[in-house]
């Protein structure tokens, strides 16, 4: 089970503020369970894991197992919500070489997730000559980016391997009613799986969102799913702790976490934590900034800032218990590099080691420490992290007073983008923008 560790925390704020943002926490996750705070149409994943049928993972497994037999490749193609749960879990389980050997599966691939003219011609060229299919995920069905990667590889998979292929091998997830892509998966006759009206984007791993292309990418989603009941079925204490902690820290004048990993593995799992805290809390002036590193990579990059710079920050470590494999270092005769005083200890041992060095640097720096340890990195562990985190996420929202289930500051970039697009309704605003440019 994961666990968490305040102590290398607890010296950087008040005692009497720790007692209050506990209330204010203890609070916040009744306002939760009672369904009655600020985005309550939106409370769909929190009983979610518990509520997942055999049906529903049936139809999802059943799903990815022809895909994965078919395919070579799967892109999958979304973005924010509909992106960064797939594939921070793949990316945490796959072997991180697996590009460059044979595959027993369709490998899953991502597009929609940006606007880069390179990205998606490199793609297409890598696709061109091989069985592929898609999985176009977007619960409103009418996101920009997504939608401009769909219609490219969908005219690229009709015209290479027909329609009666992609018609089998494009799924749909989407809205149940909704949307463009509601309408043109009924139209061309796709599989498609529902995304829960109450489930916003960043909440939605657990749906067919997160489920099929991590199932495609052959891992046991049944497990994630248990991992998640794990949570949802036990008390709040962990998920209490953690934003009674980073609230006390932030009124402390802790303005930015930083999730930091020594495992690359867990780096696009910090990509997903980024969206799901930006998104919920940084809204109404408010919000801690969510911020990651890789370590030990960033030690020599962003070491110094965090040791020495601005003391805003605060970090939370997510420190792994057990590795999946072993590396040992070995001897050398001549020891010329000065190394034979690690030889025969693991790997493993001596990043264990660089991750006490540094916590122990950093807090005596004045950066406070959290510490979040996973047993292992394996599917049930991630379930339980992604429902800590979700619910977490949940609590601390309310605490800072916002709707954490929202998200009205996107929409800012995409009026000025259709506007200098020249898309039709918004040609009030183009001259003025452009005046501005
Ligand atoms: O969390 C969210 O709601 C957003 O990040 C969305 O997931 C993201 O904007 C993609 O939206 P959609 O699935 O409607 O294409």
């Known amino acids: 089970m994961i666990k968490i560790d305040t102590k290398a925390a607890l010296g950087a704020a008040d005692e009497k503020e720790i007692d209050a943002m506990r209330r204010a926490a203890e609070a916040a996750a009744r306002t939760l369970a009672d369904g009655d705070g600020a985005g309550n149409d939106f409370l769909g994943w929190l009983h979610l894991p518990s509520s997942i049928d055999e049906e529903q993972l049936a139809a999802v497994e059943a799903c990815a197992a022809r895909l994965r037999h078919d395919c070579e490749f799967i892109v999958a193609v979304g973005i924010g919500g509909s992106y960064l749960g797939a594939k921070a879990v793949i990316e945490a389980l796959n072997d991180q070489f697996a590009a460059y050997k044979p595959a027993s599966g369709a490998r899953v691939l991502f597009a929609g997730n940006n606007i880069g003219e390179d990205y998606l011609h490199d793609l297409m060229g890598l696709l061109a000559g091989h069985k592929w299919g898609i999985i176009v995920i977007s619960k409103s069905g009418t996101t920009t980016e997504p939608a401009i990667a769909f219609r490219l590889l969908k005219g690229q998979l009709e015209r290479e391997l027909g329609s009666e292929w992609a018609a089998r091998h494009i799924v749909a997830i989407t809205d149940a009613a909704r949307g463009a892509l509601r309408g043109l998966a009924t139209q061309q006759g796709y599989d498609t799986f529902v995304i829960p009206d109450n489930v916003g984007g960043r909440f939605s791993v657990l749906t067919p969102v997160g489920l099929l ?18 949570i949802e079925r036990g008390d709040d204490e ?162 800072l007073g916002v709707n954490p289930f929202n998200q009205p500051g996107v929409e800012a970039y995409k009026k000025n983008m259709f506007a ?10 183009t001259a003025a923008l452009e005046a501005r440019l």
């Open 420 to 429: 200098l697009l020249g898309k039709p309704g918004y040609e009030a605003q």
């Open 213 to 230: 292309p991590i199932a495609v990418a052959g891992f046991d989603i049944r497990a994630l799913v248990a991992g998640a009941v794990d």
């Open 238 to 399: 962990l998920m209490l702790t953690y934003a009674t902690m980073r609230n006390a820290l932030y009124h402390s004048g802790k303005k930015i976490e930083i999730l930091v990993n020594f495992e690359p593995r867990l780096h696009f799992l910090a990509e997903w934590w980024k969206q799901l805290y930006g998104e919920s809390e940084g809204k109404d002036g408010k919000g801690i900034f969510p911020a990651s590193v890789d370590f030990t990579t960033d030690l020599h990059s962003m070491g110094q800032w965090i040791q020495d710079g601005e003391r805003t920050i605060f970090e939370t470590v997510l420190t792994v218990e057990r590795q999946l494999s072993e590396v040992v270092i070995p001897t050398d005769e001549t020891d010329l590099d000065g190394l034979n005083y690690i030889a025969g200890r693991r790997l493993g041992e001596v990043n264990h080691k660089a991750e006490l060095g540094t916590r122990l640097a950093h807090v005596d720096g004045g950066v406070p420490c959290l510490v979040i340890s996973l047993p292992a990195i394996d599917e049930r562990t991630l379930g339980q992290l992604i429902y800590f985190f979700e619910k977490a996420c949940g609590i601390s929202g309310y605490m």
